[in-house]
């Protein structure tokens, strides 16, 4: 079977597994542990969270050193294990973007589409004041955010349709989705930067 089909999702259900490995020296138990966290994220196509892991090692194991561990192995690979969207995901190393995008034409090599500046404005606006609806966004901008554009972030899975607004109406509000946070490679919203770090990089 390829590695292409052998992929899951996390939320597959695994097949029963001996987690525990009470016969194997404490060693060997480790690294089998490590083995299996490993694949397991490798296999999947988004961020495996901590209760997946879970499924594959034992109850003693600690999830946090065998990560440390994998990382620590694959130091001198171009790829590393990142922590992202609340959980852990393959990542292939920033210094290599340049060849990436070389070999597919995007630093990602999926055809993502490259927000504009606009765009990017009122997706950052969105992060730091989720729940807001259109009308607070268009207060925000001094001009009104249109429909195409709310679509445009829409359709890359990076905002989603969040609570309905108390305001007359109850207008729909617009939060970010794990696919913002994976692209941005944010574990959570709290590492957004402070307003003081964007006016630094000449953002506001």
Same mark, same amino acid.
């Given at each position: ?56 090692? /034992?109850?003693?194991?600690?999830? &946090? =050193?065998?990560?440390?561990?994998? +990382?620590?192995?694959?130091? *001198?690979? $171009? #790829? ?70 709310? /679509?445009?972030?829409?359709?890359? &899975? =990076?905002?989603?349709?969040?609570? +309905?607004?108390?305001?007359? *109406?109850? $207008? #729909? ?32």
């Amino acid at each position: 079977m390829s590695q292409t089909s052998a992929r899951r999702k996390p939320n597959d259900q695994p097949a029963l597994l001996d987690t525990e490995l009470e016969h194997l020296p404490p060693e060997l138990r480790w690294r089998e542990w490590m083995g299996r966290v490993e694949a397991v994220i490798f296999a999947a196509n988004e961020p495996v969270p901590r209760e997946v892991l879970a499924r594959v090692v /034992g109850k003693g194991c600690n999830l &946090d =050193l065998v990560i440390d561990d994998i +990382r620590a192995e694959l130091a *001198g690979r $171009p #790829y590393e294990l990142v922590s992202v969207a609340g959980g852990w995901q393959h990542r292939t190393k920033k210094v290599f973007g340049d060849a990436i995008h070389a070999a597919f034409g995007s630093a990602a090599g999926d055809g993502t589409k490259e927000l504009s500046q606009s765009e990017v404005l009122v997706l950052m606006c969105i992060a730091y004041f989720q729940p807001i609806t259109r009308g607070e966004l268009s207060s925000c901008f001094g001009k009104e955010v249109s429909r195409d554009l709310i /679509g445009v972030l829409r359709a890359q &899975d =990076l905002i989603a349709s969040g609570p +309905r607004s108390p305001q007359p *109406g109850a $207008p #729909y509000t617009y939060v970010t989705t794990k696919n913002f946070l994976s692209q941005f490679g944010l574990d959570t919203l709290r590492q957004l930067p402070d307003f003081e770090a964007l006016e630094d990089a000449g953002l506001l």
